[in-house]
C-alpha cells in the first residue's frame, strides 16, 4: 500500500474525518470484491498525486459494519468525499475510472 | 518513444485473455489492457457449472485468475488497472495512451472490452446505488447480513444470484416481469424449491424510493396495473448487460444493440482491427463463446501479420 493511503477503523472517523481540516476520501473496501482489489491502485496512484493537500483514507467495510450502516453505505467499493468535514459531491461506486477520482478531488478543492 | 507490441488486446475477460493465449504461444509480443482486474464478468461470477474441464463447479473469481495466470505463463502482459486516455484505431500503425503517460503502438488490436450490466434506467436508480442498490452479488452480498432483499429480473444470472444472496439475507424475493423464469431448468428448480426465495411474478420496478438511503422498490402488477411500495432493505440489478462499445463507436458501424459486426475471422473491416466475444454481434453469450471468438480472433491477427510483413 502507498504511503500516503492511510487505513482507518470506526473509533477514528471522528478525529480523521469528521474534525479533519483537510478534505478527506474514504475508501469503503471489502474482501472478495474484484472492483475493490481493482480499485486500490488507482486510488494510491491518485493519493500520491494530491500528498499532502488531500487525506486519503480506507476502512475495511466486514471490520466496521456500523459505520457503513451509518453513513448508508451498502456497497463496495465507495468512495466519499469530504470537505470540512461535511460530505461533498456524489459517491463513486463500483468500476472507479481513475479520471474519475482525480475530477472528484479536484471538485473537492476546487 | 511508444513501445511496440505485435498485438495489443483491450480487455482481459475470457475473450481477451484466450486471444493473448494463443497470440503469446505464437511468440506475438503480446500485451493486454484493463480498466480492473483481469476476468471480465467471470471474475464476480459466483461459481460456473458449465465451463468444460471443470466437473465439479469453479468459483469465477478462480477461473478468471486461471486464464490470466495462463497468459502470462507464455509471456503476454496483462496491464491491470489501467485507462486509455488517447487511441487511434483506423491507422496501420494503431496507438495507445496510457493513463495520460504510457504509450504503445501495435499493428493489430482485438477489442474485448465486453459487456456491463444493464441499468434500468427508472427513477432513484443513479441516486441510490451504493445506497442500497447493487450490480455486483459476490461485491455486496455481505452487506445484507439478515436483512430483507429484493432481486429483479428472471434470467440465469438473476436467479443464480439470488441462489448466492440468500447465504446472507434473510429473504429473497424476485420481481419478474413474466410469469416464469428464463434461466436454466436445473437453477429455476433450484430456487423455487429454496425457502428463502419468494417469486413475484409478473411485476415490473418503476421507482426506487428513499431519502439518503433506499427504502423501499415502486413496482406495478402488470395484470391489474395497481402499483405498490415494497418496503427493502436492498435491490439487486440483474436485467441482461449491454455492450461496452464505447472505444469503438466512432470507428466502425455499430447494430442497433451496439453490438459490433464482425466476419466469421473477428475481422471488423479496419485492417489489422478486431472484436472478439460479447461485444460482437451475436446471438449467444456464454464464457465458452468468448473463449472461441478470441481463439478465432488471435489466429487471424497471426495470419494478418504474416501477410502483412510478407
Known amino acids: 500500500m502507498s504511503a500516503n493511503v492511510r487505513e482507518i477503523q470506526a473509533s477514528d472517523y471522528e478525529r480523521e474525518v469528521t474534525d479533519a481540516t483537510a478534505p478527506v476520501v474514504l475508501d469503503f473496501f471489502s474482501t472478495e470484491c474484484p472492483p475493490c482489489e481493482a480499485l486500490a491502485p488507482k486510488y494510491e496512484a491518485v493519493a500520491d498525486q494530491f500528498v499532502s493537500r488531500v487525506q486519503f483514507l480506507k476502512v475495511f467495510r466486514q471490520g466496521n459494519r456500523e459505520l457503513a450502516a451509518q453513513l448508508g453505505v451498502t456497497s463496495s467499493p465507495t468512495l466519499l468525499f469530504f470537505k470540512a468535514g461535511k460530505e461533498h459531491g456524489q459517491r463513486l461506486t463500483g468500476d472507479i475510472k481513475r479520471s474519475e477520482i482525480k475530477a472528484a478531488v479536484e471538485a473537492l478543492l476546487g | ?310
Open chain 2, 1 to 310: 518513444m511508444a513501445e511496440r507490441f505485435d498485438l495489443v488486446v483491450v480487455g482481459a475477460g475470457p475473450a481477451g485473455l484466450t486471444a493473448a493465449i494463443y497470440a503469446a504461444r505464437a511468440r506475438l509480443k503480446t500485451i493486454v489492457l484493463d480498466e480492473g482486474l483481469p476476468g471480465g464478468q467471470v471474475k464476480t461470477t459466483h461459481k460456473v457449472s458449465n465451463y468444460p474441464g471443470f466437473p465439479e463447479d469453479v468459483k469465477g473469481s478462480e477461473l478468471a485468475a486461471l486464464f490470466a495466470k495462463q497468459a502470462e505463463r507464455f509471456g503476454a502482459r496483462i496491464a491491470r488497472a489501467i485507462e486509455i486516455t488517447e487511441m487511434e484505431l483506423k491507422s496501420r500503425d494503431k496507438r495507445f495512451v496510457l493513463d495520460e503517460e504510457e504509450e504503445i503502438s501495435a499493428p493489430a488490436v482485438i477489442v474485448a472490452t465486453g459487456a456491463k450490466p444493464r441499468p434500468l434506467g427508472i427513477p432513484g436508480e443513479t441516486d441510490f446505488r451504493g445506497r442500497g442498490l447493487s450490480y455486483c452479488a459476490t461485491c455486496d452480498g455481505a452487506y445484507f447480513e439478515g436483512k430483507d432483499i429484493h432481486v429483479i429480473g428472471g434470467g440465469n444470472s438473476a436467479v443464480e444470484e439470488s441462489l448466492f444472496l440468500t447465504q446472507f439475507a434473510k429473504s429473497v424475493t424476485i420481481i419478474h416481469q413474466f410469469d416464469h423464469f428464463q434461466a436454466e431448468a436445473a437453477t429455476t428448480k433450484e430456487a423455487l424449491e429454496n425457502p428463502k426465495i419468494k417469486v413475484l411474478w409478473k411485476h415490473e420496478p418503476r421507482a426506487f424510493v428513499g431519502d439518503t438511503t433506499l427504502d423501499s422498490v415502486r413496482v406495478e402488477n402488470l395484470t391489474t396495473q395497481a402499483t405498490q411500495d415494497l418496503k427493502t432493505d436492498g435491490v439487486f440489478i440483474f436485467v441482461g448487460m449491454v455492450p461496452r462499445t464505447e472505444l469503438l463507436k466512432n470507428v466502425v458501424p455499430l447494430d442497433k444493440w451496439g453490438c459490433v459486426e464482425t466476419d466469421d475471422a473477428m475481422s471488423t473491416g479496419v485492417p489489422g482491427l478486431y472484436a472478439a466475444g460479447d461485444i460482437r454481434a451475436k446471438k449467444f453469450r456464454q464464457i465458452t463463446t468468448a473463449v472461441a471468438d478470441g481463439t478465432i480472433a488471435a489466429l487471424a491477427v497471426q495470419k494478418f501479420l504474416r501477410e502483412s510483413r510478407g
